[in-house]
């Protein structure tokens, strides 16, 4: 077990003849030093790898940058500690400009290939050797393409007994796309976005970003698209409705087993007590009789827009003879 008692002891009796001493000359003793030092250090030449940031140059308004090449390369190097410490520790150090003669064909720069833009450029040391292989790019031109705007109906999500009640109205309905070509050749005639909204139960009204639905390196104009629509809550409700007969002998030698039709369907809620059954038409058509069992399938031939899921209690109908 370590004696702190014998290590106290030990250090009091290596400080005792410091004491009296004077610390403020002590500690300006050792900051000369190590300033001498430091000072002496940084006049004597070291060979040491660092990591050099490079720009790709190239005409930005007509060209963009697929693939970037990496921030820094890795260079082994030569030269005095000042030229040294000032291309590691400087806050605003001047990359290599890297300058392919064509961009668009040239898409990788050797070690070999990397070294003259490096020694032009840094006068000041020696450059040994590029550490690092290849490095990697691509560079394309812009291109530009117009495309209608839609949306994609299915990733509405409406709370549930929600429907919308209106047009889908999408503004503008078209933008301007602009990118590198490969990304722009990709892209569909039709462009489609999703609305991030869930369980949406009151009228719809916002903006959303084209940024949200395409590669980043894609500019659009506009930026953003304005998106609305109105949506209510529908409520459960039934009613028997009249069954029209076609194709049926007017003599009622053959009728249906009853002449309404119990129905359920949800109504819009602004027209629960509107509603108007006159605007129901559903038939039996004598021609469409199953021989087999004498049934017919009943036809829904028009229903009011503030109806959705219209069903019967019983279908089909039993077709009866008179005696």
């Known amino acids: 077990m370590i004696d702190f008692r014998n290590i106290a002891h030990f250090l009091a009796e290596f400080l005792a003849p410091l004491r009296g001493a004077n610390w403020k000359i002590i500690l300006l003793c050792f900051a000369t030093a190590a300033t001498f030092w430091f000072f002496n250090a940084l006049n004597k030449v070291y060979t040491t790898k660092i990591n050099y940031p490079i720009h790709l140059v190239y005409n930005r308004d007509s060209l963009v940058a697929v693939k970037d090449p990496p921030d820094e390369i890795p260079i082994n190097v030569t030269g005095g500690g000042w030229q040294l410490l000032k291309r590691t520790i400087s806050v605003n150090i001047e990359p290599v400009e890297i300058m392919p003669d064509n961009p668009v064909q040239t898409q990788y720069f050797t070690a070999v290939n990397l070294l003259p833009f490096f020694s032009d450029q840094l006068g000041d040391i020696n450059i040994n050797y590029i550490s690092t292989d290849t490095i990697f790019f691509k ?41 590198p070509t490969s990304l722009i050749n990709k892209l569909p005639e039709v462009f489609m976005v999703s609305l991030p909204d869930k369980n949406i139960s009151n009228s719809y009204n916002e903006e959303l970003s084209l940024d949200l639905f395409s590669p980043s390196l894609i500019k659009k104009n506009p930026e953003v698209i304005h998106v609305s629509f109105e949506v209510e809550e529908f409520i459960e409700q039934t ?34 007590n509107k509603i108007a059954y006159s605007d129901f038409l559903m038939i039996a058509d004598l021609n469409n009789m199953l021989t087999s069992d004498s049934t017919i399938n009943l036809e829904v031939l028009r229903l009011p827009e503030y109806i959705k899921d219209f069903s019967f209690e019983e279908n089909p109908v039993k077709v009866i003879y008179a005696k």
């Open 139 to 179: 560079i394309e031109p812009f291109a530009e393409k117009k495309l209608g705007i839609k949306l994609d109906s299915s990733s509405i999500q409406l709370k549930e007994s929600y429907y919308i009640t209106s047009k889908l109205s999408i503004e503008p309905d078209s933008a301007y796309f602009k990118g």
């Open 239 to 272: 009613a028997d409705l009249d069954i029209g007969l076609v194709n049926f002998p007017y003599d009622s030698s053959i009728y249906i087993q009853s002449s309404t039709i119990g129905t359920s369907f949800k109504i819009q809620k602004s027209f629960r």
